[in-house]
């Protein structure tokens, strides 16, 4: 014989566990795999603007080249993310999968040219990198140009476990590319 305080307890479970907000990331994965990809460039951005704000290392050319696929990563993450979540084609789901992986992977592309650039591998871009030239006294001009602090793309200014920041670029937009390969591989069975 049930009781009347089992029946509400097991129907409250019943409806905690099968209400669809519980529910729609665990069995949506382009859900899951945006929001993911979406929380990881923010992550990587605020990590990047407290490097610059916060510590000092001032980003070069290439650095700031780097985070545009991060800054298209967050807003389309989000709007891939709502699109699953309210039911969107799927085709219109892995379209945007795709898009976030192959930003993801051309900015891990371009994470380990810079950091080939800063190891000595290959030359980097000729306004980012290459010897300074002393111009000597040459007017208030070049006096000017004394005070401005250019930051090479060859010069490593801070390391952790022997990887740069251009290395880490690398590792995270692998991982936010395989993410959304996993979204995409995931997405396209359901």
Known sequence: MTRP??????????TATAHPSHASAAGN????SALAIAAIAAATL???WFFQLVLEIMPCPLC??????????IPLGV??????????????????????????LANAGLGAY???VEWGFWPGP??????????????????????VKVVRCDEVQWRFLGISLAGYNVLISL???????????KAAKV
Request: aromatic residues 6%; proline residues 3%; charged residues 15%.
């Open 126 to 147: 000729t306004d980012c990198t290459g010897p300074l030239v002393d111009f000597g006294k040459a007017g208030s001009l070049l006096d000017q140009l004394d005070k």
């Open 114 to 116: 810079h950091a080939g």
């Open 5 to 14: 305080d089992d029946a509400r307890r097991r129907n409250a479970v019943t």
């Open 175 to 185: 991982l936010m590319a395989a993410i959304a390969g996993w979204g995409v591989a």
């Open 64 to 73: 700031l080249e780097q985070r545009y696929a991060y800054y298209l990563a």
């Open 79 to 104: 709007v891939v993310a709502l699109a699953a979540a309210r039911g969107a084609p799927r085709w219109l789901l892995l379209a945007g999968l795709v898009i976030l992986g192959l930003a993801a």
């Open 46 to 48: 605020a990590g990047a």
């Open 29 to 32: 994965p382009a859900l899951s």
